[in-house]
């Protein structure tokens, strides 16, 4: 079994920066594509970012420039720095890994159960 877990969210005014974490844990094989989605109140749930595992990258155009994706292959880890925050960011973030239990066992979507970032006006 597989599980995401998420930190860094919180509460921060309009111009500031947060930085979420996600790490992997459990028994796998190998981790491909890592990413951060999200979801406000009211809305589906979208991408705001993707990350392969050799690091071409892949942005929602409402965040590109404000917010950076990377990973940390060897630590099975996915972070997203956010920056120039907006009050439409206030969403929960989930962190999505694209995650093969075995080398020869098809790929399986695992999720975080979230983090809220809240940013005030």
């Known amino acids: 079994q597989v599980q995401l877990v998420e930190s860094g969210g919180g509460l921060v005014q309009a111009g500031g920066s947060l930085r979420l974490s996600c790490a992997a844990s459990?028994?796998?094989?190998?981790?491909?594509?890592m990413g951060w989605y999200r979801q406000a109140p009211g809305n589906k749930r979208e991408l705001v970012a993707i990350i392969s595992t050799g690091g071409s990258t892949n942005y929602a155009d409402s965040v590109k420039g404000r917010f950076t994706i990377s990973r940390d292959n060897a630590k099975n880890t996915v972070s997203l720095q956010m920056n120039s925050l907006k009050p439409e960011d206030t969403a929960l973030y989930y962190c999505?890994?694209?995650?093969?239990?075995?080398?020869?066992?098809?790929?399986?979507?695992?999720w975080g159960r979230g983090t809220q970032v809240t940013v005030s006006a």
């Open positions: 999505n890994a694209l995650v093969r239990g075995a080398m020869s066992a098809s790929p399986v979507n695992y």
């Open positions: 459990g028994s796998f094989f190998s981790i491909g594509a």
